[in-house]
């Protein structure tokens, strides 16, 4: 079967860094996507990586080891804008994307 | 640019009801998608559309069904509401099936 594993929820400290781990098993990879999500709102794209290694855009990285089934998602400087949920899809064979249940990510002042 | 909007915002439904929900962009993307999302599980694909005129299953399609007559709308419909389809209901949409999809604002549907 088809599986995205990731925290459920994780708790940092404004001004800090923080690291979200997705581990993946998926029939085929076309490529490992990370959204942004508010509470109430839709997802909204952040990363996608379908290479091995990390990719940087500004304040966020995320990284991904296609060997290893694994990707992260790291977020520099936490603003209390970044409260929210992140979510981990995997583009399978048929270029469809598996979701994870998402890390709810709480800002502390 | 709107980008893509669902209506309605919400809606409660008794059960054995049927009800359209619906979907438009305007970035003339090729690839759309119909998402539940539930509590404590991730986005579920109901139905996509990879072109005009062609529609497929996802992974939870029974009791839906879409039709995609032309490029800009993806109407969903629940022929017979039952309260497992109470939801959040996503469209999405990519300008091809491999590229970073684009979300509608939601469907809250409650089904009573």
């Known amino acids: 079967g088809q599986n995205i594993d990731q925290p459920t929820e994780m708790t940092a400290t404004e001004g800090a860094i923080v690291q979200i781990n997705c581990t993946y098993q998926t029939s085929g990879f076309n490529g490992l996507f990370w959204y942004q999500q508010h509470a109430g709102e839709a997802p909204t794209f952040l990363s996608y990586?379908?290479l091995d290694g990390l990719e940087e855009k500004g304040r966020f990285s995320s990284f991904l080891s296609r060997s290893k089934g694994y990707s992260y998602l790291l977020l520099k400087e936490l603003q209390m804008k970044d409260s929210a949920s992140y979510l981990c899809a995997v583009m399978d064979s048929n270029y469809q994307l598996i979701w994870g249940a998402g890390t709810k990510l709480i800002i502390k002042p | 640019t709107a980008g893509i909007t669902q209506a309605p915002t919400s809606q409660i439904l008794a059960a054995g009801r049927s009800m359209t929900l619906r979907c438009t962009q305007d970035m003339r993307h090729n690839a759309m998608y119909w998402y539940r999302q539930d509590l404590g599980l991730g986005l579920r694909l109901i139905h996509y559309?990879?072109?005009?005129?062609?529609?497929g299953k996802g992974e939870v399609p029974d009791g839906y069904s879409v039709s995609r007559a032309n490029t800009d709308d993806f109407p969903l419909t629940l022929a017979s509401a039952v309260p497992s389809q109470t939801s959040v209901y996503f469209c999405?949409?990519?300008?091809?099936?491999?590229?970073?999809?684009?979300f509608g604002p939601g469907t809250r549907l409650t089904v009573l």
């Open positions: 990586n379908v």
């Open positions: 999405a949409s990519s300008e091809v099936s491999r590229h970073e999809q684009f």
């Open positions: 559309s990879n072109t005009a005129g062609t529609t």
